[in-house]
């Protein structure tokens, strides 16, 4: 579990890029393609239509990116260039990593994915080495990533337009609480399930969020000198008006019927039979709610009382009004 603990400069640091990492998308989409299709980011056509196009010829079109960016594998941190304006500047700038930068990212790699020549004279910031990477990242962004570029740039301007308006609505509370459904905010910490437990104070520099097409779950890229990264799914937003199907993509399906149903009082039971799960699942849901400052939950003899929030009606009654 990351922690990542704000503190009131933090919070008035919280900025959006303004467009998709091109660099970080064509890595993760490389990691993305190297697993099996299932659900999630999967779901999204261009995703399917690139991994049809690749036919098996993915670690040919990668290069050497492919052995870099296993499934569910640490990215390094040089392929990330979060403040690069553009692709070009991206490949640049990890083209130009410090050789003791290259050495402690590729240190983090498994024994596979550093083993062989080039991955060698790479983490020793040889010259050739570090071309064949500008090289390799050029030519598979071309072929696979550019064509799509377009479709990621306008999605991921949707989901901006989407934060925002929850930030404008909610405030802070709201943006941080509905980030993605598996980050859980518990003010003043941001907790994002990982394995192992890592805590970030961010130190005053904020948190840069930025949309991903290709990543399937957030990441988190810890800067000590600047503003935190935190790269974020983009929200696959649908078109109904019906409020419980707007805050779906933010909250979960069936936490969004839970936090709508509440627009009357009701008990954890009450719930479970308004919302159709069990108890126990609707017990977990308002405990998530609550924690998000979303719910405010009372006891009432042998039983207890959950209601909206100021910032729970926000978020709620916004609905509507929070398509792209």
């Not at 049809?52 to 079109?61: E, I, K, P, T, V």
């Not at 499934?71 to 640049?92: H, M, R, Y």
Request: charged fraction near 20%; charge should be positive.
């Amino acid at each position: 579990m990351i922690s990542m603990h704000f503190s009131d400069a933090d919070l008035r640091q919280i900025t959006f890029a303004p467009a998709p990492n091109a660099l970080l998308e064509t890595v993760l989409s490389v990691r993305l393609l190297h697993g099996a299709p299932a659900g999630g980011v999967w779901s999204r056509p261009g995703v399917r239509r690139l991994h049809r196009q690749m036919r098996g010829s993915l670690a040919q079109r990668a290069g050497v990116l492919a052995p870099l960016v296993a499934p569910k594998s640490f990215v390094p941190a040089f392929l990330v260039q979060p403040d690069a304006g553009d692709f070009a500047a991206g490949v640049e700038l990890a083209s130009q990593t410090p050789s003791s930068y290259l050495a402690a990212d590729l240190s983090l790699l498994s024994p596979g994915q550093r083993a062989g020549r080039w991955a060698r004279e790479l983490a020793e910031g040889a010259p050739g080495a570090r071309r064949t990477l500008a090289g390799d990242l050029h030519r598979y962004f071309t072929s696979s990533v550019e064509p799509l570029w377009p479709r990621i740039q306008a999605e991921a301007a949707a989901d901006r337009s989407l934060r925002t308006e929850t930030l404008l609505r909610g405030g802070i509370d709201a943006l941080l609480a509905t980030l993605h459904p598996d980050c859980r905010w518990q003010p003043p910490t941001l907790r994002i399930p990982v394995d192992g437990d890592h805590d970030i104070p961010l130190r005053g520099h904020g948190l840069l969020l930025i949309p991903s097409y290709f990543a399937p779950r957030p990441m988190v890229m810890y800067r000590p000198d600047a503003a935190t990264v935190l790269v974020h799914p983009i929200v696959a937003t649908d078109r109904s008006t019906e409020p419980g199907n707007v805050l779906g993509p933010l909250l979960g399906r069936t936490r969004a019927a839970v936090l709508s149903t509440l627009r009357d009082p009701a008990t954890t039971t009450a719930v479970a039979e308004r919302v159709g799960i069990s108890l126990g699942s609707a017990s977990q849901h308002t405990t998530v709610l609550r924690n998000a400052g979303l719910v405010a939950t009372t006891r009432v003899g042998g039983a207890v009382r959950h209601t909206l929030t100021p910032l729970g009606q926000a978020l709620l009654h916004s609905g509507p009004s929070l398509r792209p």
